[in-house]
């Protein structure tokens, strides 16, 4: 049986970008770092961190930022900096914890105190780019069922790594969250072009890493024969 051997050359050919100034460095960089979101949220390997809570209610809580004005339902703005949520997406599965503040319908006794995910798993996904002139944003959306009750996650994530959870419950009251989505670690997605006469080029895309090329060769290898002397 054959592997293939690839064979690294002496150089290699970074994705270099140039540095340009003003409105149109911001641009690029803007749109590199929506790129990286869309990847992210795409490799479905990605960690919410909850650092606030937005319980719903009467009045609504509107929030300003770059990429224009958000509104949220709820009594309130909870801040969860000592007692922040998480969930984790590997996957089709999800695991982690969200407080939850507001209203429950029906619960069974001792599971009032927040949504806990165990490794449940991730199901109708969902995802979308949004491109707006304020800013652009990925939309992921699934439904998860957790000991009978289904949950409906709405997620908005944008270029500059913050996002709103958006969470409907069937036995508590809507809610939804503002916080950070990050990598829990890193995915790299290779494509080798390979050529008749040897030479090759291999690309390497990375969550945490600018982008990388690399150009050699590449040939086949016998695989190794291991003799055993078994004891008598």
Sequence with gaps: MKTLRFILAAGALAFATPSLAGDGARTKGDTAAFGKIVRLVESRQFRVEATDAYPT??????????????????????????????LVFRDSVVT????????????PYGEGGGFELEGERVERVKIKSVHRRAGNRVEFSCSVTVRG????????????????????????????????????????????????????????????????????????????????????
């Design 96 to 107: 982690g914890r969200l407080p939850f503040f507001g209203r429950a319908y029906s619960l």
């Design 149 to 232: 009750d289904v949950l409906s996650f709405s997620l908005e994530a944008y270029e500059n790594g913050t996002c709103f959870l958006h969470v409907n419950s069937n036995n508590r009251a809507a809610i939804s969250y503002g916080g950070r989505i990050d990598a829990i670690g890193d995915v790299l997605s290779f494509s080798l072009e390979a050529y008749e006469n040897g030479t090759c080029f291999l690309h390497v895309n990375s969550n945490n890493r600018a982008a990388i090329s690399y150009g050699g060769r590449i040939d086949a290898i016998e695989d190794e024969e291991v003799a055993c002397a078994g004891r008598r």
């Design 57 to 86: 209610g009467n009045s609504s809580v509107t929030i300003e930022s770059r990429h224009g004005s958000t509104t949220l339902g709820g009594e309130g703005h909870v801040s969860l900096v000592a007692n922040r949520g998480e």
